[in-house]
């Protein structure tokens, strides 16, 4: 997989990122990789860097949502485990944010731990951002239930399949009272995920922000005509 470093704005600070270099040729490569089959439930985009990912970000950042409370020093999250990691990017930031957290990033796709590994290297954050290969429609590892504080994930509800399993999974993930952070897009999918949210969890906050779509890595394919920034729901919730 050839990568190439794009700049990201966060916090900031212009800091550097590895993606995918060439996306067509990459995607034509992993179509024939998996024989053609290409669906929504198997998609290779987490080797780019969305404005899901970046918008979360800098919320995370600016909400101070997930740092230590200065007055209760059990409040600072151990465990956080982000769902759809792709490259890496926001694991790389809830590492930085929560320098006491074991920060697990986990993907469907086994190529992606290289890249994982690379910006989290880079990030002087290797030492508690590990690489995890899971599948959602699988049961939790036991050694995860109702173990982690938090459960992040952004663009995750590309798929039928996706809206089914990841709200159980990310339930089963957390101990009482967990969070979970989503960032979404508002695709078409987004209002039956809410629904589908509402088993497990309460919805604690709904903010929306802009994205600007002129930044160094997004895709030309990402952008319609004309649009200067696309809208990002941040969801907070709480399990149940």
């Not at 929560?98 to 290797?126: K, S």
Request: aromatic content about 10%.
């Amino acid at each position: 997989m050839q990568s190439k470093a794009i700049q990201v704005d966060w916090a900031g600070q212009a800091r550097q990122v590895w993606v995918v270099d060439q996306f067509d040729n990459f995607l034509s490569d992993f179509a024939e990789e998996v024989g053609g089959q290409l669906t929504d439930e198997r998609c290779p985009f987490g080797v780019l860097l969305w404005p899901c990912a970046r918008t979360l970000a800098q919320f995370l950042f600016d909400d101070q949502t997930l740092q230590k409370d200065a007055d209760d020093s059990s409040a600072a999250p151990r465990m956080i485990i982000e769902l759809g990691c792709g490259v890496g990017f926001m694991a790389c930031i809830l590492a930085t944010l929560c320098p006491d957290a074991a920060i697990y990033a986990c993907d469907y796709e086994a190529g992606l731990e290289a890249m994982v590994n690379r910006n989290a290297a880079d990030w002087g954050v290797a030492d508690r951002v590990h690489f995890k290969l899971i599948d959602w429609r699988e049961p939790v590892p036991e050694a995860w239930r109702g173990r982690c504080d938090a459960v992040v994930g952004t663009d995750v509800f590309y798929d039928d399949s996706h809206l089914k399993h990841l709200p159980p999974y990310a339930a089963d993930l957390l101990k009482p009272r967990g969070r979970l952070l989503l960032a979404d897009p508002k695709r078409y999918r987004f209002g039956q995920a809410l629904h589908n949210l509402k088993d497990s969890f309460d919805l604690q906050r709904h903010i929306e922000r802009n994205c600007s779509m002129h930044q160094d890595g997004i895709e030309d394919f990402m952008i319609n005509l004309g649009v200067e920034a696309q809208k990002i729901s941040i969801l907070d919730l709480s399990k149940k």
